[in-house]
C-alpha cells in the first residue's frame, strides 16, 4: 500500500515489470508508462493503453484518437492537459507494441492488476469515469463482462452521470459511428454537459 497519490505516481513511472514481454514484440521498444494521476481532478479518463505516438511523446492522447476524444468532450488542449480538471489513467500505462501483423497488441492485464484498484483509491475525489473501450469497461462495470462495447455504450443511461463507457476514439471506429448516430445524437450532449460543469467548478 502507497502513502499517498505521489508515492505511487513515482512508483508507476518506474515500472518496469513488461520489460521482457515488449522486448519480444516487433517493436523491441522499453517501457514507458504514460499516466497522469491527480489528486483534484474531477474527471477520469479509463483508456485502453498509450498508442506509438503516445509512447515517443510521453503525453496522453497526442494522436487522432486525442482530437476526436476532445471533440466529444467538446474541450480544448489546454483544458483536457489540466491535471486539475482530468485525470488519465489507462489499463495498461505503456505502449504494448505491435503483432507481426502491425496490429496494436493489447493492454497486458498485469499492469491493471498491479496498479489499478490502488490507483482508484488515492483518486476519491473523481466524480465522473469516461470508460473508453471495452478492457476499461469490463474493469470498471464487471456486471457488464457478456455485453459487447456497443451494448455498454447503448446502455450508457444505467450508468450516467457518474460513469460514461465510450467507444475507442480512434480512426477505426468511423464506420461505428456512422452505424450508431444515436452516440453522437443522444449520448455526446448529456457527456458534454457533464465534462462542462465539471471543468468549470
Known sequence: MYKDLKHISTAIKGCDICADRFAVTETRHQPRPVAWLSETAPIL????????????????????????????????????YDRSKFSILPMAFCFPGYNDKGADLPPPPICAKTWRAEAMIHMPQIKLILLIGGYAQKWHLPETKKQTVTERVAGW???????????????????????????????????RKQVSTLVKE
Open 157 to 191: 443511461q444505467a450508468h450516467a452521470p457518474f460513469i460514461f463507457p465510450l467507444p475507442h476514439p480512434s480512426w477505426r471506429n468511423t464506420g461505428w459511428l456512422k452505424k450508431n448516430p444515436w452516440f453522437e445524437a443522444d449520448l455526446l450532449p448529456v457527456l
Open 45 to 80: 479518463i479509463a483508456g485502453q493503453a498509450p498508442g506509438a505516438r503516445v509512447h515517443e511523446s510521453g503525453r496522453p492522447f497526442t494522436d487522432p484518437s486525442g482530437d476526436r476524444l476532445r471533440d466529444w468532450l467538446d474541450v480544448d488542449e489546454q483544458t483536457f
